[in-house]
């Protein structure tokens, strides 16, 4: 028995041992298939030297595209060789000499994804996930080899061999992981392989090693002849997504670029690693260069249609685009960016580009329709092409000489025009596209890029997304105004076929601009019935921004607002009306009776109704308006006026405020805000049949001595009604510390009491329920036509009183509630009529 | 109703209202300004259905013109602009001239109608450009005013030969792109050498719609017999049993007897030559067969 134990023992303790000793001791890989069932694929390895020199400048070295890029490179020798899977007819693997302009060799096969030029075989996945390798010489297969995984990541060829990466995304731990395979090309032999339970990237090489990004996270590097870990290393900063050697330096990136660091310890200082970024946010937000975990399809994919493609060059301070400059693909657009994010050029293609590449001082690129192009990197011009013959799913380039343009290329279109024929292209699969063109359009300061906006705006297949953001780009655009001046004239005609004008494309623009050039223009468009609820809107906040209180604003408003308040055609959006009465409010003068009228009209749309209370309420008119209405000290000898306006009567009034709060905090009633006295003033000014409400008796039996002691002033109207509304603002905690909490802790409705000026009481506007209409003016005699009587008046005009003569016992007030036939009281006597929409003016 | 609510107030109020409206008898005798100053829209709509031709036009016109331009209720608009028409005073014009803008089609017809009774010869541009309306309604109502728009040699609107080319011209394009109502208007004030155009519209638009256009050129004193008859050889070569029924119809109505013999001649003529392609066929009658069918 205590054998059996010790025995048990020994088997744990070895057990123990040997966990430690695998997890620490820094075991190499061995060469042959293993499993690593779980922890870091680093752990146990020798450390990795992420700035070895290249051991051997083989092709798996720098990117010839890249140092052709960065240095003065002699003209390569080698022709540039293009291998890509046809989408016509039998599928089919095509490898084309782009030097000599023909095919090298063409092979019936379905290929499950793209086709990857390695040194001297053309490697991809067949149908049947077999690994396949021709010959780039005469297409013959070199081998065929079982993909273990699902996906196949590509490959890297050192010498002979070929090192291929598959993986597998499953939820099932049996079945995710990936594997790393190198083969002889020579007899298709598997020399070795490694599986591993997590992602792996696409490999690369540098020298005799082969890298591959693990989780995101490490830089695994294992070497070619017998696949044994050469190092491995956490890389510094956040996850990466693809791995790139440079003249032996690591780079790695996700959406940025970056050089592969090892990761500080714990007590080592976090030190920022330069980053190369991309200037702005692309569509699609595609990174500097796509995951090395992704596995690229042979068929109609995003991979090539839409991406970044740039070069890249490591230099002491961080990574930098190659040349200065980098391209974007969407599809059929290609635009060609300088590192600062200044747009160089850009060309619309007749189909769906499958590649591009940069090769020195040329862009090559690929299309879907077989249109092999050689662009000008610098200008965009168009030197070369070749036709293939046929449709081009996917394709793979290495770099290599290209062949030579024959004859002058024809210049190359302005950039306006090419973000014009792009942002006007009706591929709707573009629209990030046409948006962005119409964003490169904007920042031109070519005044006629405002035009190319426009008519792309007013296109008749244009997406509203699109037209949104030409409006939004528009608004913005410092020039090009005389292009929206010209926009904004012309209205809507059937029989010349012409639409209305793009007013929301054009009036923020205009706005912007301070344009005020624009106002008849917008003014005409208030009344175009062609201007949609929307559109009015903006042309409102046009005339009001551009126009502000002369005469032309303020009358157009006015009309605007007379005529449309009762209408049913702003029924389903009265804001409109509410900003142009919001105006007219603030302007002040004749302005604000207008307002109160429209507010008290009971035809006027409710909406518009309930929005002026607020309205009204919040914002007070100008001070000019409180000296026009108020009373002006009546000297001695004057003549009594001819009626009693309601300022008199509320000026009346406040002078004996004091008193008339005395009786009301008498009360003591804190539900009390508004005390409403009704009366009858004799032509002298005296009062009688006073009534107030609510009704307390001691209310107005305080009340009654105070009102009758009250001074009105002499009027030659004889009787009339009056009515006056005194606001009881709420006496407590409006000073000091505690009315601040009062403000803090106060829900909304108490904290807007709070906030009421203490004048408010006292107010000298008319009351609401007062009847003083002005929109209405009976005209029994013709009126003479005064010099200034035009359709558009001047300020002085229309800052003048409104009105005509009253009926003699037209009464000065309304009643307080509906009645049966409720009266419009005409204007105070003896002022002229002055603005030309709401008083008539004799016609020709 | 007004009572009832009258009865629930408080005395106070009672007091109130009741001296207001003691200060405010109604009286049809007061001037119309004076009568149209009420919030109350059917006495509105009383008042304005009224208004006709008076001794007091012109005012009657400010006044509607004035509670226009104050803005109403559609139904009241509506009313107004129809007063207006009715008025025919030259003082209703310029309020006019703003509401062929209103924001509702139906507003501007009104407004256009309203012109054209008026006549003006100044508004007959403004009318014409009722053509180039987005609303279907507006320019068939445009096109049709025009037809009755009075003129006068030399006046400054359909007597001016400028003027009037102009309008016989947008009338054209009007009716291509299918403004039925133009084609009788283009009748009534196309010269000679708009025949062959509105000809032109034949086997694109109905014949139906044609034809209003060729009964006014045929009713015409001012066209010579030569262009009435080429319309007649026209409409004899399009054939078919509308144009049959037309040409009868033509020689049946009792004012056309004044028309000159030749045009007689030639519409009888060719009423009779015309075919009814358009009859519909005789059925066949089956035989009986005997021992069959009963």
Not at chain 1, 405 to 423: K, N, Q
Not at chain 1, 466 to 491: D, F, I, K, Q, S
Not at chain 1, 685 to 711: D, F, K, M, Y
Not at chain 2, 53 to 64: F, I, N, T
Request: with cysteine; glycine share 6%; aromatic share 6%.
């Amino acid at each position: 028995m205590t054998s059996l134990r010790v025995a048990r023992l020994g088997a744990w303790a070895l057990c123990i041992s040997l966990i430690v000793e695998s997890g620490c001791a820094g075991q190499p890989h061995r060469p042959t298939t293993e499993v690593i069932v779980a922890g870091s694929v680093c752990s146990g390895a020798p450390p990795l030297a992420f700035a070895a020199e290249p051991q051997v400048s083989g092709p798996s070295a720098p990117s010839p595209a890249t140092v052709a890029a960065t240095e003065p490179q002699p003209q390569p020798t080698r022709p540039a060789l293009l291998a890509y899977a046809t989408a016509s007819g039998a599928p089919e693997l095509v490898l084309y000499d782009l030097a000599a302009a023909k095919e090298r060799f063409r092979v019936s096969v379905a290929l499950r994804n793209r086709p990857q030029l390695l040194d001297d075989v053309v490697v991809s996945v067949d149908a049947a996930s077999q690994l396949v390798g021709y010959d780039a010489s005469r297409g013959t297969l070199r081998f065929r080899t079982p993909v273990t995984r699902a996906s196949w990541l590509g490959a890297v060829q050192v010498g002979p061999i070929v090192i291929s990466a598959s993986t597998s995304l499953s939820f099932r731990p049996d079945e995710r992981g990936s594997t790393i395979t190198a083969i002889d090309t020579r007899d298709g032999s598997v020399r070795w392989q490694h599986d591993v339970s997590y992602a792996l990237s696409r490999p690369v090489a540098r020298g005799e090693q082969v890298l591959v990004l693990s989780d995101h996270a490490d830089v695994w590097a294992l070497n070619v002849s017998d696949g044994r870990t050469a190092g491995c290393a956490p890389v510094r900063g956040e996850a990466a997504d693809w791995l790139e050697v440079q003249r032996g330096q690591l780079l790695i990136g996700a959406s940025d670029a970056r050089r592969a660091e090892p990761a500080p310890s714990q007590n080592d200082a976090a030190q920022d690693v330069n980053r190369l970024r991309l200037p702005f946010e692309l569509p699609a937000r595609p990174s500097i260069r796509p995951s090395s975990y992704a596995s690229v399809p042979a068929g109609r994919s995003a991979y090539g249609r839409v991406g970044v493609d740039a070069s890249l060059e490591l230099t002491p301070a961080g990574p930098q685009l190659s040349g200065g400059r980098f391209g974007y693909v969407f599809y059929r657009d290609l635009f060609a960016y300088r590192a600062d994010g200044q747009l160089q050029w850009a060309h619309l293609f007749d189909a769906d580009v499958v590649l591009t590449q940069a090769l020195g001082d040329d862009w090559l690129v690929v299309t879907e329709s077989g249109g092999v192009y050689r662009l000008g990197a610098s200008d965009g011009s168009l030197r070369a092409t070749q036709q293939l013959r046929d449709r081009v799913t996917s394709a793979s380039v290495d770099a290599g000489r290209v062949w030579d343009a024959t004859g002058t290329p024809p210049p190359a279109p302005s950039l306006r025009e090419s973000l014009a024929r792009i942002a006007l292209d009706t591929d709707a699969r573009l629209l990030p596209g046409r948006k962005l063109a119409a964003s490169e359009l904007a920042k031109l300061a070519d005044p006629a890029a405002s035009e190319d906006l426009l008519r792309t705006y007013t296109e008749s297949y244009a997406p509203s997304e699109l037209r949104a953001h030409v409006a939004a780009v528009l608004a913005t655009r410092p020039v090009g105004v005389e292009y929206l001046l010209a926009a904004l004239a012309p209205g809507y005609d059937f029989l010349a076929s012409r639409p209305a004008p793009p007013l929301a494309a054009i009036v923020p623009g205009l706005i912007h601009n301070g344009e005020k050039r624009a106002l008849p223009g917008l003014v005409e468009r208030l009344f175009d019935p062609n201007t949609t609820l929307d559109e009015v809107r903006l042309v409102v906040d046009g005339i009001i921004a551009l126009g502000g209180n002369t005469p032309v604003a303020l009358s157009s408003l006015a009309r605007f607002v007379s005529m449309y308040h009762a209408d049913s055609s702003f029924g389903p959006d009265t804001s409109a009306l509410v900003a142009a009465s919001g105006a007219l409010w603030k302007a002040g003068a004749g302005e604000v009776k207008l307002v109160e009228a429209i507010a008290r009209d009971p035809a006027t749309v409710s909406d518009l109704r309930a929005a002026l209370v607020p309205l009204m309420a919040a914002a007070e008119p100008k001070p000019a308006v409180a000296a026009e209405v108020a009373p002006a000290p009546a000297a001695p000898t004057a003549a009594a006026p001819a009626r009693r306006s309601d300022a008199d009567i509320a000026h009346s009034f406040a002078e004996h405020t004091p008193e008339l709060r005395a009786c009301i905090d008498a009360l003591r009633d804190a539900s009390l805000r508004t005390v409403r006295f009704a009366l009858v003033i004799d032509a002298d000014g005296t009062t009688s049949q006073l009534h107030v409400w609510p009704e307390r008796p001691a209310l107005t039996q305080c009340v009654t001595p105070i009102v009758q002691a009250t001074r009105f002033g002499r009027v030659a109207s004889g009787r009339s009604m009056a009515s006056y509304s005194f606001v009881v603002r709420p006496a407590t905690e409006t000073d000091g510390v505690a009315s601040t909490r009062a403000h803090e802790e106060a829900p909304f409705w108490r904290r807007a009491e709070l906030r009421a000026t203490p004048q408010r009481d006292a107010d000298s506007r008319v009351p609401w329920w007062h009847d003083q209409n002005p929109l209405f003016v009976a005209v029994d005699e013709p009126l003479k036509p005064a010099a200034d009587a035009t359709s558009e008046p001047t300020r002085g005009a229309t800052a003048a009183p409104l009105g005509k003569p009253a009926p003699p016992k037209q009464p000065e007030v309304a009643p307080s509630h509906p009645s049966p036939t409720p009266t419009k009281p005409a204007a105070e006597p003896g002022a002229e009529p002055t603005d030309a929409w709401w008083l008539p003016t004799q016609s020709q | 109703m007004a009572l009832a609510c009258l009865n629930t107030l408080p005395a106070a109020a009672l007091a109130v209202d009741s001296e207001l409206i003691a200060v405010h008898p109604r009286d049809a005798n007061q001037p119309l300004g004076k009568r149209l100053q009420t919030y109350d829209q059917a006495e509105l709509l009383m008042v304005l259905d009224e208004l006709a031709g008076s001794a007091v036009v012109d005012r009657d016109a400010r006044a509607v013109s004035a509670l226009l331009r104050a803005g109403q209720a559609d139904v009241v608009t509506d009313h107004a602009l129809d007063a207006l028409g009715r008025l025919r005073s030259r003082e209703g014009r310029e309020v006019l001239l703003y509401f062929i803008h209103h924001r509702r089609a139906d507003t501007r017809r009104r407004a256009y109608q309203a012109l054209a009774r008026i006549a003006d010869p100044r508004d007959v541009k403004v009318i014409g450009a009722g053509l180039r309306d987005s609303s279907p309604q507006v320019r068939g109502s445009a096109a049709s005013v025009l037809a009755e728009f009075p003129s006068a040699p030399g006046d400054v609107g359909l007597g001016s030969r400028e003027v009037r080319t102009a309008i016989v011209d947008d009338l054209l394009l009007a009716l291509s792109l299918g403004v039925y109502e133009a084609a009788g208007t283009i009748g009534k004030l196309g010269e000679a050498d708009s025949v062959p155009r509105l000809t032109a519209q034949v086997g694109k638009l109905p014949l139906s719609v044609l034809l209003k256009g060729y009964a006014n050129y045929l009713e015409r004193r001012d066209l010579s017999d030569k262009v009435k008859l080429q319309i007649v050889a026209v409409l004899e070569d399009v054939s078919g049993g509308v144009v049959k029924d037309f040409l009868t119809a033509w020689l049946a109505q009792p004012e056309h007897r004044a028309a000159s013999p030749e045009l007689q001649k030639a519409i009888a003529t060719a009423a009779a030559r015309v075919r009814r392609l358009d009859a519909a066929p005789v059925t066949p009658v089956r035989p009986v067969m005997p021992g069959v069918d009963k």
